[in-house]
């Protein structure tokens, strides 16, 4: 999952930089509200977390023009604002959910979670189809209950077509889901990685789809 993180306090972001990473989600991080503006128009994510008090232009101001757009990404506002009239505010912008600094991180994931299943359609916490199951909270993953290691990449790549059978998901669209800003693509990362699940996990729960990417079909 690719995420979005609006943070000018470069200690903060340095933090929750490490903490999203280790949680395996590849992150683009901006400090000023001019910047994530450019971001949001010119790639998708999978999630937004954004500080309001930003230096060149305003959270608010960034977070009305995305919903402006019509764009639907998933945004969790964290900042210092912790008034309610702040709260009802960035609610009222648009964001999905609202978490005041100095928050715990455990909760922040937390919270990143809920937002990408709902985001998905799910409810649950687990991601279970055709036998195979994942679960975000702990990074376990299972065929027919039997725990099976996959690596951050194999993760990254499985967990968006997992949360969405039926959704062709383009080489490009995984190779978002992958790689951050500053990081080399390897031009066939995703056949890599979707050869080894397909090994772990059964050959028939990823199809390619000629032309158009890769499915994890809805039967």
């Known amino acids: 999952m690719r995420v979005l993180l609006v943070e000018d306090d470069a200690m903060i972001g340095e933090a929750v930089l ?8 590849a992150v683009d991080w901006v400090r000023d509200g001019a910047m994530a503006d450019t971001a949001l128009r010119s790639q998708t994510y999978d999630l937004v977390l954004l500080d309001l008090g930003l230096p060149k232009r305003d959270g608010l101001e960034v ?7 019509h764009v639907t990404v998933p ?10 009239g702040d709260r009802v505010a960035g609610l009222d912008a648009g964001a999905d959910d609202y978490v005041v600094k100095p928050y715990d991180t ?15 359609g799910r409810g649950e916490p687990v991601f279970s189809h055709k036998g195979v199951a994942l679960n975000p909270a ?4 299972t ?13 990254a790549v499985l967990e968006p077509m997992l949360a969405r059978p039926g959704v062709v998901f383009s080489r490009a669209q995984l190779e978002e889901k992958l790689y951050g800003w500053k990081e080399d693509i390897n031009s066939n990362a995703v056949e890599v990685y979707v050869h080894g699940l397909r090994k772990k996990l059964g050959s028939d729960l990823i199809q390619t789809v000629r032309g158009l990417g890769y499915v994890v079909p809805r039967q």
Request: aromatic share 4%.
């Open 18 to 25: 490490d903490v999203l990473r280790a949680e395996h989600y």
């Open 63 to 69: 977070l009305r023009s995305l919903r402006a757009r």
């Open 75 to 84: 945004v969790l506002v964290a900042t210092a604002r912790d008034a309610v």
């Open 106 to 120: 455990d909760e922040l994931l937390a919270r990143v979670r809920a937002l990408l299943r709902r985001s998905a």
């Open 138 to 141: 702990t990074r376990e993953a």
């Open 143 to 155: 065929v027919d209950g039997r725990p099976v290691a996959l690596s951050a990449r194999e993760w």
